[in-house]
């Protein structure tokens, strides 16, 4: 079946630095969504990538497709505390409709 | 509203016991969604409703049994649970079952079974 890997599964970084989190499927995707989960929260929606070599940008946050919709990757500039959290990529295989999330990479602020 | 509302935010329950949980959303959405959560891993697809009806049971045990009442409720009936059932079960809706559409999640609950 399809699978869908983060790397990494975890960093630490100190404030003010930025941030890289990767997300590698085994299959072509139709999309590719992500979501953060605060500590003891719940995943909440930050965007959807369709198109080959898509790239997005929420505030510091800079979201990108690759050109064969296989990976994809997000990078926060300039971390805060308020980043701090689990980031899950989510990917959709062609004909389906069933999202399978990322192992997720678990971010860590510190001042 | 934008928000899923899930009920109990926390549940303690026996392996004899029988408890439900509720998912509640007011946006209009058609799709509704049951995921499994454990501990440092991502969400687990169980069911999916579309249209009120079940349109992907995931190899689910029986002990897990769904039920969409109407198009804004979901409940999830659980029977004899066994301790690695513990976990944080999550309900999540978008306006249809197709995934080019965000997924608006309920903030959980989380069961622990003794």
């Known amino acids: 079946g399809q699978q869908v890997m983060q790397i990494p599964q975890y960093q630490h970084v100190q404030e003010g630095e930025d941030f890289t989190t990767y997300c590698n499927s085994s299959?072509?995707?139709?999309?590719i969504q992500w979501y953060k989960q605060r500590p003891g929260g719940h995943p909440v929606f930050l965007i959807q990538l369709v198109k080959s070599g898509e790239v997005k940008k929420q505030k510091r946050l800079t979201f990108q497709f690759g050109e064969a919709k296989k990976n994809s990757s997000l990078h926060i500039t300039a971390t805060q505390t308020t980043d701090v959290g689990t980031y899950f990529c989510a990917g959709l295989t062609g004909g389906g409709n069933k999202l399978t999330f990322g192992t997720g990479t678990q971010l860590k602020v510190e001042l | 509203d934008t928000e899923v509302t899930q009920t109990p935010k926390h549940l303690v329950m026996g392996m004899t016991n029988k408890k439900s949980l509720k998912c509640e959303q007011h946006?209009?959405?058609?799709?509704m969604y049951w995921y499994k959560q454990k501990a440092k891993k991502p969400p687990e697809l169980m069911f999916v409703?579309?249209?009120?009806?079940?349109?992907i049971n995931e190899s689910v045990p029986s002990r897990f049994s769904p039920e969409c009442p109407n198009s804004s409720l979901l409940n999830l009936h659980l029977h004899a649970l066994q301790p690695e059932d513990s976990a944080l079960y999550l309900c999540?809706?978008?306006?249809?079952?197709?995934?080019?559409?965000?997924?608006?999640f309920g903030s959980g609950t989380r069961l622990t079974v003794v």
């Open positions: 946006m209009g959405h058609r799709a």
């Open positions: 299959t072509t995707l139709s999309n």
């Open positions: 409703y579309s249209y009120e009806k079940l349109s």
């Open positions: 999540a809706s978008s306006p249809l079952y197709r995934g080019d559409y965000g997924y608006t």
